[in-house]
């Protein structure tokens, strides 16, 4: 039996297995009187989705979070968050390290699974420092805003409170608020929408690129090289973001935008390119915008952000390999070079694979709920779509629709955002069968393509 359970769990399954632990205990969590404000009552099934939502960091909620949880409920739900956001091996290895147990082979290689990395050493060293840094961040962004919200809110505690949770949600893209308005209220304030968009970076950006810059800060070697991970990665996160800026002030100029000043404008598309990726933060009502815009933004949100982040979505590696691919093809080149280096064909494999799935499960997605859906007079296809991105891009934006579904699609959408989270490779390999040696080779023929 033990052997069985060895094999059956592998280091794809026990991660996929543990973060549905994870949200079974937070729904039960957020499930119990103590979470809840007095006189609110809060049913399984919409405790469970709150759950999914804020473990796989997406922010799509059918309860308004202030008025429905309690001080404990809130901490409950910042919680899994921050396990959802920064790992479950992450947190797991800290806890490992206080209690004073050497962490094993098998527990290193779940890291490494959790982790997207393709090497054993270092990796306890890179999981304490991944969870320091990302407190440090989160602990500077809690007090800058903490302090600012002075200002705004009646007491220092409550003022606090709001930026513990909002560089909180920020970091961690999980698009959660207390404030029950997203960041409506300072839409107009540019120095709270600089500091969550620099938090929303710092998450989204990828927790090995984050090292690599401590690494070069810190570090006095002249010949230090960033890896071309991180060259790719920042390259492609800050193209996609300029043009999502770009799009969205030239679709919306003449629609929502119009009669604005030229500094709200541009504001308001730096805030909603960068939070599109992933944060799923808003300091406007999104359904206002124009259906191009919201197609625009649903295709932002399906990019998502990058691999090993808090983030999810196609990831911009995914994407970048992917032009490169059809950049070399082009040219007649077999190879696949940038930066002086060249992709390995297994990496270009995996990004035609994860593209394919992503877009085949959208539609999927899309066709499900608009079938479960077609008799709700308050759900339009574009809503639709723009939900179901959100969920797998696991950004949390939304057009209001997600409390008008039925249960049926809200549980295709806990699903969207769990294969979101867990990450698409991730979820192929865990039921991906055991490779078996081939004997023999059939004859070789040449297909007709396109």
């Known amino acids: 039996m033990k052997k069985f359970t060895s094999a059956f769990m592998t280091p794809f399954r026990m991660i996929i297995f543990s973060y549905i632990v994870s949200m079974l205990i937070f729904s039960v969590l957020l499930w119990l009187p103590v979470s809840h404000n007095p006189g609110v009552e809060l049913g399984y099934l919409d405790s469970l989705f709150t759950s999914v939502s804020a473990v796989s960091v997406t922010g799509l909620t059918v309860i308004n979070v202030p008025e429905t949880l309690s001080y404990t409920g809130v901490f409950f739900l910042a919680l899994a968050m921050q396990v959802g956001g920064i790992g479950i091996m992450s947190l797991g290895t800290f806890v490992w390290m206080l209690l004073g147990r050497k962490i094993n082979l098998s527990q290193r290689l779940l890291i490494m699974v959790d982790q997207n990395q393709y090497q054993f050493s270092g990796m306890v060293k890179l999981m304490r420092n991944i969870l320091l ?49 997203s960041l409506i209220p300072f839409a107009d304030d540019y120095y709270v929408q600089l500091i969550v968009v620099l938090l929303i970076f710092a998450g989204a950006i990828g927790f090995p690129v984050l090292m690599e810059v401590r690494e070069y800060l810190s570090s006095n070697n002249k010949d230090f090289r960033f890896s071309l991970f991180t060259k ?6 800050f193209l996609v973001f300029i043009i999502g800026v770009i799009g969205i002030l030239l679709l919306e100029a003449n629609v929502y935008y119009q009669g604005m000043a030229w500094h709200q404008q541009v504001s308001s598309a730096i805030f909603h390119s960068a939070s599109s990726r992933s944060a799923g933060l808003s300091t406007m009502d999104v359904s206002a915008y124009s259906l191009p815009t919201l197609l625009f933004v649903s295709s932002l949100m ?139 080779k059939y004859p070789t023929e040449r297909m007709i393509i396109g």
């Open 302 to 440: 399906i990019i998502g952000a990058s691999p090993s982040s808090v983030g999810g979505g196609l990831r911009t590696t995914t994407l970048a390999v992917m032009f490169l691919t059809i950049r070399s093809f082009a040219l007649g080149k077999e190879e696949v070079k940038v930066f002086g280096r060249q992709v390995h064909p297994e990496d270009k494999q995996k990004a035609f694979i994860v593209l394919s799935f992503f877009l085949v499960g959208v539609f999927a997605a899309v066709l499900c709920i608009s079938a479960l859906e077609q008799n709700n007079t308050n759900v339009e296809l574009i809503d639709i779509i723009f939900e179901v991105s959100s969920a797998f891009g696991t950004c949390g934006l939304t057009t209001g629709i997600t409390d008008d579904l039925s249960r049926p699609s809200q549980l295709v959408l806990m699903l969207l955002m769990f294969v979101g989270r867990v990450g698409i490779l991730a979820f192929l390999l865990s039921v991906k069968r055991k490779e078996t040696k081939s004997y023999y």
């Open 133 to 181: 840094l990302a407190l440090a961040i989160e602990a500077v962004g809690a007090f800058i805003l903490g302090t600012y919200y002075i200002q705004y809110f009646d007491s220092i505690g409550q003022a606090y409170y709001q930026g513990a949770f909002g560089a909180l949600t920020a970091f961690t893209n999980a698009g959660f608020d207390v404030t029950g308005q």
């Open 232 to 237: 790719v990665t920042v390259t492609t996160y």
